[in-house]
């Protein structure tokens, strides 16, 4: 996907929406109903016959409307995006310029992982199905993941220029590192059932940003291993 969360606006503005046509419609709701099933079964569980059957529908009628199996997950991640863009993203652009808005981001982002624990995120389960499978599909699941974490680091550089942050830090580690609280809490809360898994994804947010906020943290490859600095002394 090359459209940028700042490049779009909610579609959920009733003032501007449009009433879809019929056949705009049941596509919505087919994609509705797949997106369902995606969060359960994963992309590569989704079948046109599956879907025709939830939706009461044939199969030739499902295909109608996305010639593929392979345009029908397409369409899944690109609602997905859209979904997460209005849940995370542009509710948090109300928050002031610069930590509370990055902190914002991270709370909306917990709600919905939260949220995600008893179905599923399309991000994760998607990277774990196409990780090394190249093509559109792979593509348009990196591309979503992208545009999200190029947002997250942006409000990262946001935060250094606001100097809520230290002028040195580096925005790229540190939108990493958010990230990976993120991918820490599914995993404990999804698969091990971690009870306090919340408390201490926030936990490791706030020593987060009081780490960066204090002063920048050298890159890994400046540094000296401690099997060097015994080779060195030795």
Same mark, same amino acid.
């Given at each position: 996907?090359?459209?940028?969360?700042?490049?779009?606006?909610?579609?959920?503005?009733?003032?501007?929406?449009?009433? !879809?046509?019929?056949?705009?419609?049941?596509?919505?709701?087919?994609?509705?109903?797949?997106?369902?099933?995606?969060?359960?079964?994963? !992309?590569?569980?989704?079948?046109?016959?599956?879907?025709?059957?939830?939706?009461?529908?044939?199969?030739?009628?499902?295909?109608?409307?996305?010639?593929?199996?392979?345009?029908?997950?397409?369409? #899944?991640? %690109?609602?997905?995006?859209? %979904?997460?863009?209005?849940? #995370?993203?542009? $509710?948090?652009?109300?928050? $002031?310029?610069?930590?509370?808005?990055?902190?914002?981001?991270?709370?909306?982002?917990?709600?919905?992982?939260?949220?995600?624990?008893?179905?599923?995120?399309?991000?994760?389960?998607?990277?774990?199905?196409?990780?090394?499978?190249?093509?559109? *599909?792979?593509?348009?699941?990196?591309?979503?993941?992208?545009?999200?974490?190029?947002?997250?680091?942006?409000? #990262?550089?946001?935060?250094?220029?606001?100097?809520?942050?230290?002028?040195?830090?580096? @925005?790229?580690?540190? @939108?990493?590192?958010?990230?990976?609280?993120?991918?820490?809490?599914?995993?404990?809360? %999804?698969?091990?059932?971690? $009870?306090?898994?919340?408390?201490?994804?926030?936990? @490791?947010?706030?020593?987060?940003?009081?780490?960066?906020?204090? @002063? $920048? *943290?050298?890159?890994?490859?400046?540094?000296?291993?401690?099997?060097?600095?015994?080779?060195?002394?030795?």
């Amino acid at each position: 996907m090359s459209v940028t969360p700042t490049a779009r606006r909610p579609r959920s503005d009733a003032a501007t929406a449009k009433p !879809l046509q019929k056949g705009q419609q049941t596509k919505a709701a087919i994609v509705d109903a797949a997106l369902g099933l995606a969060t359960q079964i994963g !992309l590569e569980g989704l079948s046109i016959g599956a879907l025709a059957e939830v939706m009461q529908m044939s199969k030739s009628g499902v295909f109608a409307h996305f010639g593929s199996r392979e345009e029908l997950q397409i369409s #899944v991640v %690109r609602e997905y995006h859209t %979904r997460f863009e209005e849940e #995370v993203f542009y $509710p948090a652009m109300g928050a $002031p310029r610069g930590l509370p808005r990055l902190r914002a981001l991270f709370d909306n982002w917990m709600k919905r992982t939260s949220v995600e624990i008893d179905s599923g995120c399309i991000y994760i389960s998607g990277a774990v199905e196409f990780d090394d499978r190249p093509g559109p *599909v792979r593509d348009a699941l990196a591309s979503s993941v992208n545009t999200w974490l190029s947002a997250m680091r942006r409000a #990262v550089e946001i935060a250094i220029e606001e100097g809520h942050l230290a002028a040195g830090t580096d @925005a790229a580690q540190m @939108a990493f590192e958010i990230h990976a609280q993120i991918l820490a809490l599914h995993y404990e809360a %999804r698969f091990l059932r971690s $009870p306090d898994s919340v408390r201490r994804a926030l936990q @490791a947010f706030e020593g987060i940003v009081e780490r960066y906020s204090r @002063a $920048p *943290v050298a890159p890994a490859r400046n540094r000296t291993s401690p099997a060097a600095a015994r080779k060195s002394q030795g």
